[in-house]
C-alpha cells in the first residue's frame, strides 16, 4: 500500500502537473495576446506615421496659404495706396484746370466789360446823334405843316 505521505506527494505532483497545464495554457494566451498586442502596436504605429505625413501636409498647405493671403494682403494695399494717388493727382489737375478755366472766364468777362464801356459811350454818342435827327426831323415836320397851314390859309385870303 500506499503510504499517507507518499500519496500527499502525488496529490501534490498531480497538482503541480494541473497548475503548469494551467500555466502552459495562460502562457500560450499571453503569446497569443502579444502578437495581437504587437500588431495592433504596428497596426497604430502606421496610423500615426500617416496621421504625421497628413499633419505636415496640412502645415504645409496652411503656410502655403498664408503666404498667398499675406502676397494678396500687399497687392490690395498697394492697389489701394495706387487708387488714392491717382485720386489726388487727379483732383490736382482738376483743380488746375478750373482754376485756369476760372482765370480765362474772368479775364473774358474783364474784356467784355471794357467792350461794353467803351461801346456805352459810343452808344451815348450814337443815341445823342439819332435824337438829334429825331428833333430834326420833327422840326422840319413842324415847319412843313405849319406851311403847308399857312399856304391853306394864305390861299384862303387871296382868293
Known amino acids: 500500500m500506499i503510504s499517507t505521505a507518499e500519496r500527499e506527494t502525488r496529490i501534490e505532483i498531480e497538482l503541480l502537473k494541473k497548475d503548469v497545464t494551467?500555466?502552459?495554457?495562460?502562457?500560450?494566451?499571453?503569446?497569443?495576446?502579444?502578437?495581437?498586442?504587437?500588431e495592433i502596436a504596428t497596426s497604430l504605429s502606421r496610423m500615426v506615421s500617416l496621421h504625421e505625413q497628413r499633419l505636415e501636409t496640412h502645415e504645409k498647405i496652411t503656410r502655403e496659404v498664408q503666404e498667398i493671403l499675406e502676397m494678396r494682403r500687399q497687392e490690395h494695399s498697394n492697389n489701394i495706396k495706387d487708387v488714392y494717388d491717382r485720386i489726388n493727382t487727379v483732383n490736382k489737375e482738376l483743380t488746375d484746370k478750373i482754376e485756369d478755366t476760372e482765370k480765362t472766364i474772368l479775364q473774358e468777362l474783364k474784356k467784355l466789360h471794357e467792350e461794353i464801356s467803351s461801346n456805352k459811350e459810343g452808344f451815348g454818342i450814337r443815341l445823342g446823334q439819332i435824337e438829334m435827327w429825331k428833333y430834326g426831323i420833327g422840326i422840319v415836320i413842324i415847319v412843313f405843316a405849319w406851311f403847308i397851314g399857312e399856304t391853306e390859309f394864305l390861299t384862303k385870303l387871296f382868293n
Open 22 to 38: 494551467t500555466m502552459s495554457a495562460l502562457l500560450e494566451k499571453f503569446d497569443v495576446t502579444m502578437e495581437k498586442m504587437q
